[in-house]
């Protein structure tokens, strides 16, 4: 099986989308998803810290977010 490969143009796009429905701190490192719940990690003087951003029931538990899961989860679970 061949690997699908993404244009620079539509990984873009699929940026603006996630940027525009998931909002990010300044100081944005990454997301992550654990039990059923999407987390923000960013960095402060004080070091890294996160927040809780939505419940996403049914995604797996990832350490760092691709940005295809990201997709996922605004078309999912944000937009309607």
Not at 21 to 49: C, M, P, Q
């Amino acid at each position: 099986m061949g690997k699908t490969t993404t244009s620079t143009k539509e990984q873009c796009a699929i940026h603006n989308v996630v940027d525009s429905a998931l909002w990010k701190d300044e100081k944005h490192s990454h997301f992550w998803v654990e039990d059923g719940e999407l987390y923000e990690s960013y960095n402060t003087i004080r070091g890294l810290r996160y927040r809780h951003r939505l419940s996403v029931n049914g995604v797996a538990d990832c350490d760092n977010c691709p940005l295809d899961m990201l997709l996922y989860i605004v078309k999912e679970y944000i937009e309607d």
